[in-house]
């Protein structure tokens, strides 16, 4: 029963925040059988700044090739600069990228099989917080991605050959900002945007070859042939607002409503929530959510590989949750 604040997502949200260095420097390495990590931290400015770079690497050469036949690699590296300007401002940089790639070869006397696949993404976001006045909080974000997927896959057996190239490019531009203000030590209105630009193109080649009139005849289901290339703009945009009560000292509601639009589908959706928490004793929490919750199909989640070339509308569901 997630709030107002957190949509186009159903089932659940993941919400991550990134360390800030307790000290003016500090490191940290490992090395193991499949991975190995180097980072390093520190403080400076009268400990207003911190700074924070992080890398791993992976791969089965380290355990002398346990997988065989098989050759993943993968890598990820993180930066980060915070800096707080007073007691009422602070701004973020975060770079992450990642890089994955795996490649598999198998011969057999009346078949043989290779596949090649190269996963890339990399992320950059600002972020800004404003304390205004005494009772405010203003927190703006500015985002950017790109995600690369690079898959072939060839497979040849007794007369029969198999070869799909599936290539998918995304590209993300994304802005939000949220507002909390608390007009009272009971009670705290909150309220937000996004909007996020999704470019999308595919590259999706699939075919079936027979080199013999039989074994088209014995291979099961029609000849298969795919080209499909196209690509895909979407504009999401997303508001809400909410409102928290403690309405006794044991007891808080809150009441919230969302907003999000879609260009793929041409859909408006409209999503109340409602929340309860009661505490009836310090070491117990009962909690009562009720809400309506949506979630898109994302152009990158386009099913090319089951034959579809359309997008589906957005899911949506209600929910009903008592915890304790």
Do not use: C
């Not at 059988?33 to 390093?40: C, D, P, R, V």
């Not at 690699?73 to 915070?82: G, Q, S, T, V």
């Not at 409102?243 to 919230?256: A, C, K, P």
């Amino acid at each position: 029963g997630f709030p107002a604040e957190h949509g186009d997502r159903m089932s659940g949200v993941l919400d991550m925040t990134t360390l800030r260095p307790t000290r003016k420097i500090q490191g940290v390495a490992g090395l193991g059988l499949l991975s190995a990590e180097a980072g390093a931290a520190g403080l400076f400015a009268e400990e207003r700044a911190a700074w924070l770079v992080q890398g791993r690497r992976g791969s089965t050469d380290f355990a002398g090739r346990l997988l065989d036949s098989e050759d993943p690699r993968y890598w990820d590296a993180f930066a980060k600069l915070d800096l707080r300007a007073g007691d009422r401002h602070g701004v973020r940089a975060n770079v992450l990228h990642a890089d994955d790639h795996l490649s598999f070869a198998e011969a057999l006397p009346d078949s043989s099989k290779r596949t090649e696949t190269d996963y890339e993404s990399s992320y950059l976001w600002l972020t800004h917080d404003a304390v205004v006045g005494s009772k405010a909080l203003v927190e703006s974000a500015l985002s950017t991605s790109r995600i690369d997927r690079d898959r072939f896959g060839l497979e040849l057996e007794e007369d029969v050959e198999f070869s799909i190239v599936d290539r998918r490019r995304l590209d993300v531009v994304a802005l939000r900002q949220s507002w909390s203000f608390e007009s009272g030590a009971r009670h705290v209105v909150k309220g937000g945007f996004e909007v996020r630009r999704f470019d999308t193109e595919f590259v999706y080649v699939g075919e079936t070859v027979f080199e013999n009139p039989v074994a088209e005849i014995r291979e099961r289901g029609p000849v298969s042939a795919v080209d499909f290339r196209a690509s895909f703009e979407e504009y999401h945009r997303g508001a809400h607002v909410s409102d928290r009560i403690r309405v006794l000292d044991g007891l808080t509601l809150e009441i919230g409503v969302r907003y999000d639009g879609h260009t793929q589908t041409d859909e408006e959706l409209v999503s109340p929530r409602l929340n309860l928490a009661y505490a009836p004793s310090p070491g117990s929490v009962v909690r009562f959510a009720w809400g309506r919750f949506t979630q898109s199909q994302r152009p990158y989640e386009l099913q090319i590989e089951d034959g579809e070339t359309r997008f589906f509308r957005v899911e949506r569901s209600e929910h009903r949750v008592l915890g304790f």
